[in-house]
């Protein structure tokens, strides 16, 4: 028991020295992280399990939607044009981290759709479902421009060169990819932007980097604007946000696989 902990604690300490020889801003600014991980806690939500309905509802738009179908859809195709590749889809296949899973997917599609935002940031792409959502959802209606901060997995690089993989030439056009972790790159993004339409929180998820984000985001966002935040159970950043902004639209959303919690908040 003992022997098997101390081989865990070595190739943490393995596959930090060659994430710091890498990189070593990025893998210095990945210990404050680790650190606050223990004063997190889990969050107990009432879910909504009717979720879709209100979400289309808070966009003023009608439910049920034809264009979840679509969503639905898309998905598929991607797990397709994955696996054809040779690549693996699902959960906990980036490294420890996971592909944007259903109802995520919808739910970002149809934000895109009837929000028809001009300036979408998301953090976290991995192999990019959520950003080929957008960036199709955006093509339908003709406008829009996407940012994609993303630090590529530091810790298991075998799976870099997958990164965006799900997001073919053709989509690319309305896309800028920055590369870095958004603690270095969203404020100086945001600057840039000046003004947010929609946000879409996906990359790491601890309470420290998902108030961070929404924070700075949060002082951005247009009015009516949007947020989509992934895995929100496992800590208390996204409920600390929600109840220090009191956002005129909240829901609590599950994934299909009803492995986690995603939130959904308009200003
Ligand atoms: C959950 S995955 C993203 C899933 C993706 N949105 C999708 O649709 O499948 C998280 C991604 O965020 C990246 N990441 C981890 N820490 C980050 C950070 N501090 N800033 C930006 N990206 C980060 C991971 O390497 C990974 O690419």
Redesign the pocket.
């Given at each position: 028991m003992t022997r098997h902990s101390g081989n865990a604690g070595e190739r943490r300490v393995r596959r930090f020295l060659r994430a710091f020889a890498a990189d070593p801003v990025e893998a210095l600014l990945y210990i404050p992280e680790e650190l606050s991980k223990k004063s997190e806690h889990p969050v107990e939500y009432r879910v909504d399990e009717d979720w879709e309905a209100r979400l289309h509802s808070a966009l003023g738009a009608p439910w049920p939607c034809p264009e979840a179908a679509r969503a639905a859809e898309l998905w598929s195709t991607v797990a397709e044009e994955l696996h054809r590749d040779g690549l693996a889809f699902g959960r906990h296949t980036?490294g420890f981290?996971?592909?944007?899973d259903q109802a995520l997917t919808r739910a970002v599609w149809c934000t895109v759709v009837h929000l028809r935002p001009e300036v979408v940031v998301e953090?976290?792409?991995?192999?990019?479902?959520?950003?080929r959502a957008v960036l199709e959802a955006m093509e339908r209606n003709g406008c829009g421009h996407l940012w994609s901060?993303?630090?590529?997995?530091p810790f298991e690089r075998g799976v870099q060169r997958q990164?965006g993989a799900a997001v073919p030439e053709s989509c690319r056009a309305r896309w800028t990819y920055v590369e870095g972790?958004?603690?270095r790159r969203l404020p100086q993004l945001l600057r840039r932007l000046g003004r947010v339409d929609l946000f879409v929180h996906?990359?790491?998820h601890t309470a420290r980097?998902t108030r961070f984000e929404m924070d700075r985001v949060g002082r951005a966002l247009a009015p009516h604007g949007v947020m989509l935040v992934?895995d929100i159970s496992t800590h208390q950043g996204f409920s600390e946000w929600a109840r220090a902004e009191a956002p005129a639209a909240e829901l609590i959303c599950p994934s299909d696989d009803g492995e986690g919690l995603f939130g959904f908040v308009r200003t």
């Open positions: 980036y981290y996971s592909d944007a953090t976290g792409v991995a192999r990019g479902t959520t950003s901060i993303d630090l590529p997995n990164t972790s958004s603690r996906d990359s790491l980097n992934d």
